[in-house]
């Protein structure tokens, strides 16, 4: 697809502030700093539509963005972020898990883990919760510009049995910086948000 009209919505805490309507909802997920709202910025070639940082827990609301006045892209809060206040953890995480599970309109998740690391636990924990709740998922592992492609190649390799992806699984290698993976991305969403 062509993204051809992107633009930001609204930010929420609870239910009662996410868009009404019908339209189809994509989000992205993953730990704090993994390059969420970079990837966003990224597929929607909009430098600074969703703010971004060099430090950890920015993105602290669920930002809504539409996206060709057909789809909604989802900005979650990233967990596992050790150096915030339990109680916040526990108000991001309420969060998180209150939009994923209470979401009529969400058509998939994108979860982003970060290509020079092994997927945490966390990583695990989301990726084998999307799948026991049946909620499609693709896997990005963003920052692949910071990796020679040989390593990038075992990298993939690591994360794809840590996550225990099956053939059918699909892994995206995502660099926000060159664009790599960006066509194969807005593929999969548009294959959710047309299904
Ligand atoms: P939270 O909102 O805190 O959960 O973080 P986030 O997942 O939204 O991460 P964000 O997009 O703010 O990126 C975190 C840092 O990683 C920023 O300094 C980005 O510039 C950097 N970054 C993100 N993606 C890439 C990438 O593909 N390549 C490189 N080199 N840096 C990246
Ligand atoms: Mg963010």
Redesign the pocket.
């Known amino acids: 697809i062509k993204v051809t009209s992107a633009q930001f919505v609204t930010s929420a805490v609870k239910a009662a502030d996410y868009p009404a309507g019908e339209l189809p909802e994509v989000a992205l997920a993953?730990r704090?700093?993994?390059?969420?709202?970079?990837?966003l910025n990224r597929l929607m070639n909009r430098r600074g539509l969703a703010r971004?940082?060099?430090t950890?827990?920015?993105?602290r609301l669920i930002n809504f963005f539409l996206v060709n006045g057909l789809f909604h892209l989802v900005?979650l809060?990233?967990y596992g972020?050790a150096k915030v206040p339990a109680s916040e953890r526990e108000s991001w995480r309420k969060m998180v898990e209150g939009y994923l599970t209470t979401r009529k309109t969400l058509k998939g998740v994108v979860l982003?883990v970060d290509s020079r690391h092994q997927p945490s636990a966390l990583d695990l924990q989301m990726y084998g919760w999307l799948k026991h709740r049946g909620i499609p998922a693709v896997v990005a592992a963003?920052?692949?510009?910071?990796l020679p492609r040989m390593r990038l190649l075992q990298s993939v390799k690591v994360i794809r049995a840590t996550l225990s992806l099956t053939e059918g699984d699909r892994l995206i290698p995502?660099?926000?910086?060159t664009g790599l993976g960006r066509e194969d991305l807005l593929e999969v969403i548009a294959g959710w948000v047309n299904g």
Do not use: C
């Open positions: 993953g704090s700093n993994v390059g969420k709202s970079s990837l971004t940082s060099n950890p827990g920015r993105t900005d809060p990233g972020y982003l963003t920052k692949a510009d910071k995502f660099s926000a910086e």
